[in-house]
């Protein structure tokens, strides 16, 4: 039985992946060893709109509203680095 050509692309591109591929932000950034880390968070309340766009949006995806916003991240991230690998 012959993989299917999915798997096929899915092993080469993760097999080519290593951790070096993980890199800093393009800026540079420097803390103190004994800083303490203090997460945070901020509370956003969306407009209707935006609500309705990101509920279409996860059932277009068959995901959760929180997989959509998860994925906004992730690309915002890699905007941001410059980093398109990870």
Partial sequence: MKPRLESVLGKGFYGAWT?????APGYACSSAATAEFMPQSLRLEFEAATVKGLLKAARAQ???VSDVLLS?????????????GW
């Fill in 72 to 84: 906004c991240w992730l690309v915002l991230l890699r905007r941001v680095t410059g980093n398109a």
């Fill in 62 to 64: 068959e995901c959760a």
């Fill in 19 to 23: 951790s070096d591929a993980a890199v």
